[in-house]
């Protein structure tokens, strides 16, 4: 992780040399209910979702910080998220601050901010991202880490279910049992969900695997399969392996999502 010290002076080469469209903007934070969320602004873009759920618009690189407004239950909201000095790691929303909330900054190129660099985005196509966790506790006390994930659906026609089949190992390389049988990654994973389908080239979001673990020591995981029952897109041509859709990619920086 790069230090902020070191991310001022680049913002600084940023602004003299004009780089913007070449530069992602990645923030790791520890949010006051003990979940880690990540966040990706793109310098080239004014209007963005830098994490799932969230949608950005004006969106500003300035010297210490991103500005930019949101819109919640009618409302418009004014954010601004800082980089370093006192309110470092902080949202303001409207003059307030979210306490608890602490983020850690990288700089990286975008051609290697995402999975979607190293495949033919042309080709049909279903990019699977990790983008947050959270720790939670069972009805024993006993920890179990809750996993949320992106789907987008890049493939042939309207995505309806996609159940992906996985194997997850802790940092010791120990194999990780799922809490609640939620072992598999889900488009729909969210019990009360109301989204039943998702058009070409939209997003879903939604928490599915969860695994008998502290989050912190989860480190990989293997994407297995795709069985054909759960896998229902339309125009689906009738020799295709579902698993051979899915583009893996993680914004988690500990955890690894790749195929066996």
Sequence with gaps: MKSIKFLFVLL??????????????????????????????????????????????????????????????????????????????LIFRDGGSLNGFSCEWEVMSASASSSESSFDSSKPHVLVELISYEDKKDYEEKPYCEMEFTFTNNSFGTLYEMNIETESFDDRGDKLDDYGFNSKIKAFGDFWSMEEEMKLGNSATSKSLSLKTKCQYVQDIYITEVKDKYCNIRMLPEETNCLDLVVPNSKIDHINLLFR
Excluded: H, K, R
Excluded at 15 to 25: A, C, M, T
Excluded at 46 to 56: D, L, S, V
């Design 12 to 89: 600084t080469t940023l602004f003299s040399y004009n780089l913007y469209s070449s530069e992602i903007y990645q923030a790791s934070c520890n949010e006051p209910s003990g979940s880690v969320s990540i966040w990706n602004f793109d310098t080239s873009l004014t209007e963005q979702e830098p994490i799932g759920g969230f949608f950005a618009y004006d969106v500003i690189l300035n010297d210490e910080s991103f500005s930019m407004f949101n819109d919640y239950e009618g409302q418009q909201q004014f954010f601004e998220f800082y980089f370093e000095g006192p309110n470092a790691g």
